[in-house]
């Protein structure tokens, strides 16, 4: 027979843990949110966004890729992608997305070393196996 | 990169919490359970070699063996059938969820997808 107040004990613990675990990872992100690296990459991402010729070779890039713009006639992909990267623009957004990214980095190392698993990489949303 | 005191705390006691989850701790038991059995690890590393030399194989555009196809077909399904491999597997999928989660939360406060960016 079960007994009702292990019952009642277990489940609480059970949804303290997650919620526990969320309020966590919310105030780590807060806190990440607050540094300048983080600021950075959302001002330049603003930024990198409103640029005509980022936007316009992103959209070239991206028709290149795509099954009907393969064969068309102009720019290869390594050409367009050479002159995007040469817009000090896209120069200065990638520098601090970089930024960034050692930051997470460095949480990551952190996070990974206390659980004994790594996170991050553990953490990506999985898609459904379908091929979709 | 060295981090402030705010944020290396707050990792820390993140990963330590995830870390006394039910779901990590069963993960980590059967992940150390078939480190501990030989037959096991060897079975692993076997099939690691083969695909490594089939993808090599492939990738310098030689024909592939179909002799040594099978064997890799064979052992692919003993180690999915290997008990403490399937175990933990399964209990990794367990954890995945569990992080997957924590990982979101992070990111719907930040805007940003956090574990895409720290790989």
Known sequence: MVDIHLETELFPSVERS?????????????LLQQTDEFQELLRLARLVNLDPDVNRLIQQIRRRESA?????????????QAELEALPAYQTYVKAENAARDLFQSVDQVISTSAGIDFAINARRQGCGCGG | MI??????????????????????KMYLQAAQAARDDPETTALEEKLLVL???????????????QTELNEYYQLREQVRSNPLIALRDEQLQMVKLKFSDAGQMMTSVMGVDFSALAL
């Open chain 1, 68 to 80: 009907y713009g393969g064969n068309e006639n102009g720019p290869t992909i390594e050409e367009l």
């Open chain 1, 18 to 30: 997650a919620e526990n675990i969320g309020t966590l990872a919310g105030q780590l992100a807060k």
């Open chain 2, 51 to 65: 695909y490594q030399r089939l993808a090599n194989q492939e990738r310098s555009g030689q024909a592939l063996d």
């Open chain 2, 3 to 24: 981090l402030n005191d705010e944020i290396q705390q707050a990792a820390q006691k993140l990963g330590q919490t995830l870390h006394e989850t039910t779901d990590v």
